[in-house]
């Protein structure tokens, strides 16, 4: 990278550190972060920020596993809440006004802002990340523990297409930019697994035993998938999971 960045603090002080953010590419002003204490937002870049927790009852809907901006619905942000140790209080939750409000629109869906149980590690007792995934008039969601689940009308109702059984445990979902119908999802100690027909009625799904078995987050960029294997480093493929390098000799210093 020949463009170099610097950082300051920006004083954004909340329950712990903060596990997701996600820029409105809209406008590009407007970003929406969230932690275990709720949601902020900022109208300038991220310079200023301030708590936006209206609407978020009861205190379980303040651990915020992920957030996303809505590719269909004006001005909405979408969020996928709860705690492991509970499912009566998970769920999806929507903002309509650009992440001022906050209102569960389902609560089929179930995530883990804060908590996790065995067989995740208890040093990591976060369950949080890229869980949503749009393309091709559906939302896509990888839950805490009970598979992957679609919607077709922006989260209202949620069917699932894969890994029911509540041991299957979601750490990453994405969609392949050039193919609305091929999904990738990270399962805890599972490798990552492909369907290349995620709109059908019975989605099928491939494990590529080649990829990390532990991937904790996954990124599309054009046609590779960049995926972190947490202290293990960053790993990639170039031809959707069939072969996957490992970048740590590049740029990450492991001495």
Known sequence: ???????????????????????????????????????????????????????????????????????????????CVGDASTTSDSGFLVSTDGGKTWTLRSSTVHFAGNHAASPLPTNHPRSTGNLLAQGGGFIYAATYSEGVFRSNDNGATWTNIGFSGGTHYGRSIVIDPNDSNTLYVALYNENVWKCTNAAAGSPSWTQLTTAPAIVEEMR????????????????????????????????????
């Open 1 to 79: 990278m020949s463009t170099r960045y610097s950082f300051r603090p920006l004083r954004f002080d909340a329950g712990g550190y903060v596990s997701m953010i996600a820029l409105d590419t809209s406008n590009g002003t407007l970003v929406v972060a969230g932690d275990i204490q709720g949601f902020s937002r900022s109208e300038d870049y991220g310079d200023h920020w301030r708590i936006v927790n209206r609407g978020l009852y009861p205190d379980f809907w303040h651990r915020v596993a992920c957030v996303a901006w809505s590719a269909t619905e004006t001005n909405t942000v979408y969020a």
């Open 220 to 255: 599309f960029v054009e046609t590779t998938i960049y995926a972190a294997r947490g202290s293990s480093g960053i790993y990639r493929t170039t031809d959707g999971g069939t072969t996957w390098d490992s970048l740590n000799g590049s740029f990450i210093d492991t001495t």
